[in-house]
């Protein structure tokens, strides 16, 4: 990738790019404090403890899986659990150091960046702690690295036989009368404790026996969201596959993000208020409680602030202004790296919500404490960019006129108007050391069209367009604790079971009986099924499931989801829709299509967001619809890949990237799946009308395509080595 070939003036400090532009009368902190020079130290210490916690986790979870590995086990073994045990006594010696040495750090860190604060003094007991617990973080690391080695070949033989592919717990056939609606319980009896670990506790990476890279970075994303406890759509994913790809990889990864009121807390592991701290707003200093935490197993802080913002039941849409929320949440992650005197290698920012940390950074905090970091912005979504008035900009502490200039964070179409305005993605674009956005068509398409083309053509060298992934341990068909059944490429009898288990649960007209599948459910618990007796279950003619699992907005091309209800319908297939809208009318439009279906067995409308129901859906169908107008990425192509869903999507952005058409002549080895080009009706019945025919007539062949899809490698792996070695080109070392 051309990425690789990044030069070292992207490296170093911002190239070319604006002077100070700062109020210094509106920034009432220390800036005299010297740099704490703290390697690898991240907040509250917490990359040497998540180092131990890692071990003392992976150890527990070992114990958990016990039974398995025992009856598995050789007598040969016993010397490695020996090892083992040794291992992890000499890790709780270790984390018992290191956490005599974390108090000492944390005091010594505690005078480090408070306004008026002797930062001299703090920095000589900092600097002797940092060290030694650099290096018994260091021969943590080894007792760590060592001890994975052992779980490794263990670990892979446990997930195995713990979760077998078509296993079938005691499910619990739903019913559309249930209330609360089946998608809010788990499916099968036993449900609950494989999602302990999914949910919130599991670790990143574990069972996986991933590549590591040599040197350790310490990444730090500052977000609007995360999944899955604060998604709204795929920002959320994007953070949560990434961070735990690169946890995966060794690297020491930490996730801001603003506490919203809504979260469930009980979903955060470990959760507890690290430190109490001010930021600037508005002329004055607003306190923020600190929260420590892990989401699915990636080490968060959740920064709740003593004003208004993020109150409400919803991420986003609450009653606080929400430009002016995002700033202030941009600032005051800065500050928190301040005051804790972390530095790390790299400040991860996305959309225009975090936009700002870039100006923040330069413009102020990089002249004060925090010199190491260098920033990468991602864009997820170019139609949200982030208006900005300069009186709002100035409300965090930069003095936002200076920044109305075309060859910075101006937003060139406003250039005369009254007001002109800023937008907070141009800044960061301009501000940041490089800018990634999420497929390489999507990428491509920015260069050439819309308003913010001509800023990326000028920054074209920082600007690069990377593949995401998708993170394959939170969607595993084999071991996704929403699923009633599982299931796997080469035993597809869980799928089965899946679909029946949606049909009954949303009163659809089921494909097989009852009775057949309670009969498959034994059998395939029992054992794999073949293929060809799947088929012969299957009454009458065959009826494919298409899902469209979306936000209802026009990008997504609603009018052609709303043609594909009535067509798929029409061809005698069964159509579920799972979005809602924040367009009350739009919201009406489809409650009205929902109703109109409401006594026929073909079509569903959930219009709500639901997780678990979406999970319940991807591993239910045949086939995924994905028609967007634009699409940066798309998750859902992918994610209902993974299940065996088959993609019908139209030809734009990631989509473009990720699906290829079945009967594409010059790539029939590609073929995964149905795509159209135009933006009409006929365009995507070009596409539907082919997916349903080969679904129709053609069994072996759509069983065939259904394996083919679910073994394609669309997971972290390859993006995580591209971010990797983006940051990599961007970091500075320090001696
Ligand atoms: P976008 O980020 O534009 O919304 P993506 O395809 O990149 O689209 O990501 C969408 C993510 O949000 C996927 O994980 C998808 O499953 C999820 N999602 C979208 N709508 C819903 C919904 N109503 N309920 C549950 N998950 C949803």
């Known amino acids: 990738m051309a990425a690789m070939a990044m030069t070292s003036a992207s490296a170093g400090v911002l190239p070319a790019v604006p002077s100070v532009c700062l109020k210094e009368e509106k920034l009432p902190i220390a800036s005299s404090c010297a740099p704490l020079r703290l390697p ?4 509250f210490g917490e990359s040497l403890r998540q180092q131990s916690r ?17 009856a598995t086990a050789s007598a040969s073994d016993d010397s490695e659990k020996a090892r083992l045990a040794a291992m992890v006594a000499e890790n709780e010696r270790l984390k018992a150091r290191l956490a005599e040495l974390e108090g000492a750090l944390t005091l010594a860190m505690q005078g480090g960046g408070a306004p008026g604060s002797p930062a001299v003094a703090a920095d000589v007991p ?7 617990a650099t290096a018994a973080a260091e021969a943590a690391a080894e007792a760590a690295a060592a001890l994975e080695v052992v779980e490794e070949a263990a670990g892979t033989d446990q997930k195995r036989q713990a979760v077998p592919a078509t296993a079938a717990q005691q499910i619990i056939w739903p019913s559309p009368q249930e209330e609360p609606p089946f998608w809010m319980r788990w499916p099968t009896s036993e449900g609950h404790v494989a999602a302990a670990g999914v949910v919130s506790g599991g670790a990143a990476g574990d069972g996986v026996v991933g590549e590591r890279d040599p040197e350790r970075l310490h990444i730090v994303h500052v977000t609007a969201e995360m999944a899955p406890l604060a998604k709204v759509g795929g920002l959320g994913d994007v953070v949560t596959g990434l961070g735990r790809a690169c946890l995966a990889r060794g690297h020491t990864v930490e996730v801001m993000l603003p506490f919203y009121e809504c979260l469930d807390t009980k979903q955060i592991a470990n959760l ?3 430190r109490s701290f001010g930021s600037y707003f508005k002329g004055d200093w607003v306190g923020v409680e600190a929260f420590s935490g892990e989401i699915s197993g990636v080490p968060v802080v959740l920064l709740k602030p003593e004003n208004h913002f993020f109150r409400g039941g919803r991420i986003y849409g609450g009653s606080y202004n929400e430009l002016e929320a995002y700033l202030f949440f941009s600032r005051a992650s800065l500050e928190f790296l301040q005051v804790t005197g972390a530095q790390p290698d790299v400040l991860h920012i996305h959309e225009w919500h975090t936009a700002a940390v870039a100006l923040l950074y330069w413009d102020i905090y990089h002249q004060l404490n925090l010199q190491k970091p260098r920033l990468i912005l991602t864009i997820h979504n170019m139609e949200h960019h982030g208006e900005c008035r300069w009186e709002q900009l100035d409300m965090c502490g930069l003095d ?20 002109e305005r800023l937008s907070m993605l141009k800044g960061g674009i301009v501000y940041s050391n490089t800018v990634t956005t999420v497929s390489p068509t999507y990428a491509n398409e920015t260069l050439c069209n819309g308003w913010l083309s001509n800023t990326l053509l000028k920054y074209r060298s920082k600007y ?13 068909p084999q071991t996704d604790p929403h699923l009633p059944a599982h299931f796997s490429p080469t035993s597809l009898a869980g799928k089965m079971l899946c679909k029946h288990y949606v049909q009954r649960g949303l009163g659809l007209t089921p494909e097989i009986t009852p009775e057949a599948a309670e009969k498959l459910a034994a059998a395939a618990s029992a054992g794999p099924v073949a293929d060809s007796e799947l088929t012969q279950l299957i009454r009458g003619e065959r009826s494919p499931l298409v899902v469209c699992v979306t936000r209802l907005v026009a990008q997504k091309g609603i009018h052609l989801i709303r043609h594909a209800i009535y067509q798929t319908h029409e061809y005698g297939g069964q159509f579920v829709l799972l979005g809602s809208s924040p367009d009350g009318r739009v919201q009406g439009d489809f409650v009205k299509i929902a109703e109109e279906f409401q006594e026929g067995g073909s079509v569903r409308l959930v219009l709500t967001y639901s997780e678990s129901l979406a999970h319940q859906l ?13 699409e940066p990425c798309g998750l859902t192509q992918m994610i209902g890949m993974r299940y065996g869903t088959v993609p ?29 080009d135009g933006i009409n009706e006929q365009a995507l019945d070009s596409a539907l009308s082919r997916a349903v025919k080969y679904y129709k007539d053609r069994p072996e062949w759509w069983q065939q395509l259904t394996s083919t899809v679910m073994s394609i490698d669309n997971s972290w792996n390859k993006a995580a080595k591209e971010y990797i070695a983006l940051y990599d080109s961007i970091r500075v070392r320090w001696p």
């Open 40 to 43: 690898q130290a991240s907040f």
């Open 54 to 70: 890692g071990v003392s986790r992976k150890s527990a979870s070992r114990k958990s899986g016990a039974l398995q590995v025992s």
């Open 126 to 132: 900092a600097a002797a702690a940092a060290a030694a």
């Open 272 to 274: 507890q208020l690290k």
């Open 400 to 419: 936002g006129q200076s920044y109305l200039d075309t060859e910075k964070a101006m937003d060139d179409r406003t250039v005369g108007h009254n007001p």
């Open 464 to 476: 690069f367009g990377v593949l995401n992934g998708i993170d394959t341990e939170m969607w595993d």
């Open 618 to 630: 991807f591993a239910a169908a045949d086939m995924v619809l994905v028609p967007s107008m634009f």
């Open 648 to 676: 019908v999507v139209r030809r734009t952005g990631g989509l473009a990237d990720t699906v290829f058409d079945v009967d594409d002549g010059g790539n029939t080895e590609k073929g995964n799946g149905f795509v159209f």
